[in-house]
């Protein structure tokens, strides 16, 4: 994977709220569970980041265009060596769910009970597809991505994960590689089709800004997001989505039936004259699942090319465009998200601003917005008192600079 420069607990894995204070928290955090856990210090601390999307949604596993950010949230895991056993297992806790699981490193892990250790069971089956074998682990776990927010809290326990059994196994993989590793991990063990995007930011984000993503190409472009009167806001509707309910494998089912009737190689090579020609061949569905890929591919590729040359209204009009497709042809909005872009629509950027649109896969999560720095607080405020007068909800908004992609901590005190 090439990456240029253009110029360039609440509801998460387990950080007590008191030590939620980044990184540097969150890796004490885990650290000291780690220890009581354990009886001993961990040898190892291997983060990865959430991430948000702020264009180029479902366009992934369409060989399109995304311009995701990896945001200074993160899932931390403490691992050391454990005892030697009869046979080596890695023995993972979540701090969140205060439960454990035994993962077998010997032998090809099998999906099951508890679900939430399928992502770690996927990321440790890649690893012995490849012939890598870790010693027998511990390994405790802290995060504060929220969870079922379209953050992509999975993909920053799948990274994490497969950062630590690196560390442990004295390899490092080629990063695309790794992406990919813990991409098919999810498809394999928890069911979800999913594209690229968010395992391929949590192992590449940058602390610089946004990565405009090519997948076709499998190149990423960095597009410096420095000013600090620009601010992303995150907007949690609190309603959890699901992707492994069978939506989104629908709406995957559907690009592939318009890729097939419109003889292309993916939807990145269809034009929106083409998916319009042929309407009615297609069906009402398929066709408007086919013209929200066409035409956000051209949404995203302008957005990066307006946030890198400053032009912020523009940028933002093409979020609140990317929303209403997502809403009307994709249909993988709901009520509570489409509440939230309008409010953020209402306050305008006379009130700071700039656009809004749902980020993630859909059916619940998060909404993400442009704004400025100087009017966070007006902006949550008014957000929390119409989002709850019209939806009955509290919603919790934390505003996010970019993240540092997968990576190992020296040691607690170096962060």
Same mark, same amino acid.
């Given at each position: 994977m090439h990456i240029a420069d253009e110029d360039g607990l609440d509801d998460s894995l387990g950080a007590p709220a008191a030590e939620r204070s980044g990184l540097g928290g969150l890796a004490r955090a885990a650290a000291r569970g780690f220890a009581a856990r354990f009886g001993a210090a961990?040898?190892?601390?291997?983060a990865a980041p959430g991430r948000v999307n702020l264009i180029g949604e479902h366009t992934d596993y369409n060989a399109g265009f995304s311009l995701p950010m990896a945001i200074d949230r993160y899932t931390v895991i403490a691992g050391g060596p454990a005892a030697s056993a009869a046979r080596p297992v890695l023995r993972f806790h979540s701090a969140a769910l205060d439960a454990s699981s035994d993962v077998p490193l010997d032998q090809t892990p099998q999906a099951g009970e508890p679900t939430w250790a399928n992502y770690v069971r996927g990321v440790v089956a890649q690893f012995q597809r490849r012939g890598i074998a870790p010693p027998a682990l511990n390994a405790f776990a802290v995060s504060d991505v929220p969870l079922g927010s379209g953050l992509s809290s999975s993909a920053s326990l799948e990274v994490s994960t497969a950062t630590l059994l690196e560390a442990a196994a004295g390899t490092t993989l080629d990063r695309l590689e790794k992406a990919r590793m813990c991409r098919q991990a999810e498809h394999e063990y928890a069911h979800v089709p999913c594209g690229l995007m968010d395992q !391929?930011?949590?192992? !590449?984000?940058?602390?610089?800004?946004? !990565? !405009?993503?090519?997948?076709?190409?499998?190149?990423a472009r960095l597009v410096p997001l420095r000013d600090p009167a620009v601010t992303v806001l995150i907007c949690n509707s609190n309603v959890p989505h699901a992707l492994h309910d069978g939506e989104y494998a629908r709406r995957r089912a559907g690009c592939e039936e318009a890729v097939r009737l419109l003889n292309v190689s993916s939807l990145r090579h269809a034009t929106l004259e083409a998916v319009e020609a042929a309407k009615h061949a297609l069906g009402s569905e398929v066709y408007r699942r086919a013209r929200h890929i066409v035409t956000e591919n051209a949404r995203t590729v302008a957005a990066a090319a307006a946030l890198a040359s400053g032009e912020l209204s523009k940028f933002g009009a093409l979020m609140y465009q990317s929303h209403q497709s997502l809403r009307d042809d994709f249909e993988v909005s709901c009520p509570e998200l489409d509440a939230l872009v309008e409010i953020a629509s209402e306050i305008?950027?006379?009130?700071?601003?700039?656009?809004?649109r749902m980020t993630g896969g859909g059916f619940g999560g998060c909404t993400v917005m442009l704004v400025r720095s100087d009017c966070v607080a007006p902006i949550t405020e008014t957000l929390a008192r119409e989002y709850r007068r019209r939806q009955g909800r509290a919603v919790t908004t934390f505003v996010s600079r970019p993240g540092r992609g997968a990576h190992m901590i020296a040691t607690v005190d170096s962060v």
């Amino acid at each position: 994977m090439h990456i240029a420069d253009e110029d360039g607990l609440d509801d998460s894995l387990g950080a007590p709220a008191a030590e939620r204070s980044g990184l540097g928290g969150l890796a004490r955090a885990a650290a000291r569970g780690f220890a009581a856990r354990f009886g001993a210090a961990p040898r190892w601390l291997a983060a990865a980041p959430g991430r948000v999307n702020l264009i180029g949604e479902h366009t992934d596993y369409n060989a399109g265009f995304s311009l995701p950010m990896a945001i200074d949230r993160y899932t931390v895991i403490a691992g050391g060596p454990a005892a030697s056993a009869a046979r080596p297992v890695l023995r993972f806790h979540s701090a969140a769910l205060d439960a454990s699981s035994d993962v077998p490193l010997d032998q090809t892990p099998q999906a099951g009970e508890p679900t939430w250790a399928n992502y770690v069971r996927g990321v440790v089956a890649q690893f012995q597809r490849r012939g890598i074998a870790p010693p027998a682990l511990n390994a405790f776990a802290v995060s504060d991505v929220p969870l079922g927010s379209g953050l992509s809290s999975s993909a920053s326990l799948e990274v994490s994960t497969a950062t630590l059994l690196e560390a442990a196994a004295g390899t490092t993989l080629d990063r695309l590689e790794k992406a990919r590793m813990c991409r098919q991990a999810e498809h394999e063990y928890a069911h979800v089709p999913c594209g690229l995007m968010d395992q !391929l930011t949590a192992v !590449l984000g940058d602390e610089s800004g946004p !990565l !405009l993503v090519d997948f076709e190409a499998e190149e990423a472009r960095l597009v410096p997001l420095r000013d600090p009167a620009v601010t992303v806001l995150i907007c949690n509707s609190n309603v959890p989505h699901a992707l492994h309910d069978g939506e989104y494998a629908r709406r995957r089912a559907g690009c592939e039936e318009a890729v097939r009737l419109l003889n292309v190689s993916s939807l990145r090579h269809a034009t929106l004259e083409a998916v319009e020609a042929a309407k009615h061949a297609l069906g009402s569905e398929v066709y408007r699942r086919a013209r929200h890929i066409v035409t956000e591919n051209a949404r995203t590729v302008a957005a990066a090319a307006a946030l890198a040359s400053g032009e912020l209204s523009k940028f933002g009009a093409l979020m609140y465009q990317s929303h209403q497709s997502l809403r009307d042809d994709f249909e993988v909005s709901c009520p509570e998200l489409d509440a939230l872009v309008e409010i953020a629509s209402e306050i305008g950027e006379a009130g700071g601003v700039f656009g809004a649109r749902m980020t993630g896969g859909g059916f619940g999560g998060c909404t993400v917005m442009l704004v400025r720095s100087d009017c966070v607080a007006p902006i949550t405020e008014t957000l929390a008192r119409e989002y709850r007068r019209r939806q009955g909800r509290a919603v919790t908004t934390f505003v996010s600079r970019p993240g540092r992609g997968a990576h190992m901590i020296a040691t607690v005190d170096s962060v």
